[in-house]
């Protein structure tokens, strides 16, 4: 047991060091294959869950998307107001 856990690579690592990558796309999450082995895990419940895992990043990236407009949004308004504040100032 100790000797397969020795010569085991760490999961979590991702296999391109040093590769940045880009953000996970739900489709990718879907569309995910695993290798078969002997005595794996549940092929329904790994997709189920990959499912579930791609729906809640779809939501979580509209979400993002819906929040970096509106700081796009409040940027401008506030550029908008300097200006106008700086052009008052300057009539004085």
């Given at each position: 047991?100790?000797?397969?856990?020795?010569?085991?690579?760490?999961?979590?690592?991702?296999?391109?060091?040093?590769?940045?990558?880009q953000p996970l796309?739900?489709?990718?999450?879907?569309?995910?294959?695993?290798?078969?082995?002997?005595?794996?895990?549940?092929?329904?419940?790994?997709?189920?869950?990959?499912?579930?895992?791609?729906?809640?990043?779809?939501?979580?990236?509209?979400?993002?998307?819906?929040?970096?407009?509106?700081?796009?949004?409040?940027?401008?308004?506030?550029?908008?107001?300097?200006?106008?504040?700086?052009?008052?100032?300057?009539?004085?």
């Amino acid at each position: 047991m100790i000797r397969r856990l020795a010569g085991r690579r760490d999961e979590r690592r991702p296999i391109e060091e040093g590769i940045r990558r880009q953000p996970l796309r739900p489709w990718q999450i879907r569309d995910r294959c695993f290798n078969v082995r002997r005595h794996g895990l549940d092929p329904v419940e790994i997709r189920a869950f990959l499912y579930r895992v791609a729906d809640e990043l779809a939501v979580a990236q509209t979400a993002l998307v819906a929040v970096q407009e509106e700081n796009v949004r409040i940027k401008n308004a506030l550029r908008e107001w300097q200006s106008a504040q700086s052009a008052n100032r300057r009539y004085r």
